[in-house]
């Protein structure tokens, strides 16, 4: 009975592991997307502080 009891709990566990682990690669693709969009803020962020460095110095000249 002991026995019985034990292969139903590692059951469990592993169809809670095989949930989580299925849940987890929705929210892998929604964290790469969230990457993507930040690394191409930043480009920009980095861009234009570029540009106002640039025209900044320009001006001092």
Not at 42 to 56: G, K, V
């Amino acid at each position: 009975m002991l026995a019985a009891f034990r292969d139903r709990v590692l059951f469990l566990k592993h169809n809670l592991n095989a949930r989580a682990i299925a849940s987890l690669k929705t929210e892998r693709a929604k964290i790469q997307t969230g990457i993507v969009t930040l690394v191409a803020s930043m480009n920009r962020s980095i861009a234009e502080a570029d540009r106002f460095i640039r025209d900044m110095s320009a001006e001092k000249n």
